[in-house]
């Protein structure tokens, strides 16, 4: 079994639903976003023979995935009125829906989901919201 891994960060604001704590309050973070892929056997031919992947192309895919949420506000669709995202829209600011609560372990799922759907093969993502706190998705 052959592994790859590479990081990436991003930052960008969130806040929980429903939590009682100081995570309800409008805050950011620097998250920063480790991606590990897994394969049986290395390419046998062309460019990438002896790789699992090439890491150009591996960073690239992670940091285009992780480019779309950095500087934006990771709002949980429905957990905003309507008149407040017409506020934060007519200001200007960037705003980024998700379907899920934007906890770290949801990012790394939703990161890991992105990276598959461009071919990669990841076994693990890891979702760092403080230098100490990390949450761990493998599919
Ligand atoms: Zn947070």
């Not at 995935?65 to 829209?89: C, I, K, Y």
Request: proline share 4%; with cysteine.
């Amino acid at each position: 079994m052959f592994g790859l891994k590479t990081e990436a960060s991003f930052d960008s604001a969130h806040f929980l639903t429903d939590y009682y704590g100081k995570c309800e309050n409008l805050h950011g973070h620097r998250w920063r976003v480790v991606v590990y892929l897994q394969q049986e056997e290395l390419q046998e031919s062309g460019t990438m023979r002896g790789m699992v992947l090439d890491f150009g192309a591996f960073k690239r895919a992670v940091r285009e995935v992780v480019n779309s949420l950095d500087h934006t506000f990771l709002v949980e669709e429905g957990s905003l009125s309507p008149a407040t995202v017409a506020a934060l829209e007519s200001e200007g600011f960037s705003l980024t829906f998700l379907p899920f609560r934007t906890t770290a372990e949801n990012l790394a799922r939703w990161i890991c989901e992105q990276l598959q759907a461009k071919g990669l093969p990841v076994c693990q993502v890891d979702c760092y919201e403080t230098p100490y706190n990390c949450a761990t998705y493998r599919p």
